[in-house]
């Protein structure tokens, strides 16, 4: 039972729906500052899985040659273009909830991106299915739920539906990360968590806007941290 992808999930859609109810008595300066905490608090989550790393080089590695791979074939363009696919599809079906002006438009890419390709979740929900620890996505739980909140300020109740492609996403994700277990050592996870420790870090720079970091292009070394480690420890370790 994925119960971390379910709670998160579920935080988006109660988040979504209180932001739309409360919209008028939330202040401007709440949500500003409200949206500095979640992105120190997604740089604790980092700290606490950068620790577990074990073969520091192979992890700076893929991190470097991932965001490289995803800037050559603009990967963070097309999960942009996928958010508006999905933005359009989430509006044809509600068309109660459509929106054309831009401003819209720009902030619903964003939560869209934010909610289902953000390397918190990819990382969360592929540690859920390879050592069913939970607690990655509870703590994005409880961010998300306020996350949610917020944008529900201004976008309303189209911030609920977007945890329907959420699930879809972060599931799928769980059941390859059982395929994936089998064929994976402990050194292997541990910098497999490391880098997506990595990826949380940036996420929390570009949340509290100290740093836009291109997190859709470095999700390609999420990909191939694992082989790299192994390569590392079994060839490039035992010279030293």
């Known amino acids: 039972m994925p119960t971390g992808i379910i709670v998160d999930v579920l935080s988006v859609a109660l988040g979504g729906a209180i932001g739309f109810l409360i919209k008028d008595k939330l202040s401007d300066h709440l949500k500003t500052n409200l949206n500095v905490i979640f992105g120190i608090c997604s740089m604790a989550m980092a700290i606490t899985s950068i620790n577990l790393m074990q073969y520091m080089p192979a992890v700076i ?20 273009k996928v958010a508006i696919m999905m933005q359009k599809m989430i509006t044809r079906l509600i068309p109660s909830l459509n929106n054309t002006s831009p401003e819209f438009t720009n902030q619903l890419v964003t939560i869209i991106v934010l909610f289902c390709a953000s390397g918190t979740g ?54 390859l990360a059982g395929f994936i277990l ?19 870090l940036a996420t929390g720079f570009r949340i509290c806007k100290i740093k836009d970091f291109p997190i859709a292009d470095m999700l390609v070394a999420m990909i191939i941290v694992m082989p790299i480690s192994y390569f590392w420890a079994t060839y490039i370790a035992t010279l030293f």
């Open 122 to 175: 990819i990382y969360g929900s592929l540690v859920l299915g390879m050592s069913n620890d939970s607690s990655i996505l509870l703590s994005k739980a409880i961010l998300d739920f306020f996350t949610a909140m917020i944008f529900a300020c201004n976008l309303g109740l189209v911030v609920s539906c977007i945890a329907i492609p959420q699930f879809i996403i972060m599931f799928i994700l769980f059941l």
């Open 182 to 200: 089998p064929y994976c050592t402990d050194y292997m996870i541990n910098d497999f968590k490391a880098c997506g420790g990595i990826l949380m």
């Open 61 to 80: 590695f893929a991190i470097v040659i991932g965001t490289a791979i995803g800037l050559i074939i603009h990967l963070g363009e097309l999960v942009n």
